[in-house]
C-alpha cells in the first residue's frame, strides 16, 4: 500500500537486542495526509530500513507499507511497516491528476442535423 504526506513527527531512534541475541533497531514517524481532512498515520521502520531512509519533520514523502496485527496476552496490536520512501515535490501534493479530472462531454454549438424525409406519420412497427 502506498500513503503520501508530510512528516511531523520524528521518534527517537529505538534499539536492543533480541532474546535470540540479534541487534535490533527501529524509527518511528508520524506523517500527515495532505487532503480536504487530514489523517494522522504513525509508522515504523524496522532493521537496516532504518538506516537506508532517514526523515525529517517537514520532508513530504510516498511510503510503501504493510500493515501487520499480532496478539499479545488477549489484545491485538495493529502496527504500519514501512518498506521504502520516496521524497516528493510538496508542491504537487493534492494536485489533481488527469485520471482525477471528471469527463466533459463536449456541448453541442451546431442545429441537429435533419437526417432525411421522413414523414411525420410514418407507421413504424415498434
Known sequence: MEITGKIIVALPEMSGTSKAGNAWKK???????????PRKVHFDFFGERAD??????G???KLSFDIESREYNGRWFTSIRGWKADKVDAT???????????????????????????DQNDDLPF
Open 59 to 61: 520532508d513530504t514523502i
Open 52 to 57: 537506508q531512509y532517514p526523515l525529517s519533520v
Open 27 to 37: 524509527r518511528e514517524y508520524v506523517l500527515e495526509t495532505q487532503e480536504t481532512y
Open 92 to 118: 504537487t501534493v493534492g494536485m489533481p491528476t488527469p485520471t482525477d479530472v471528471p469527463f466533459a462531454p463536449p456541448t453541442m454549438t451546431e442545429a441537429p442535423i435533419d437526417l432525411g424525409g421522413g
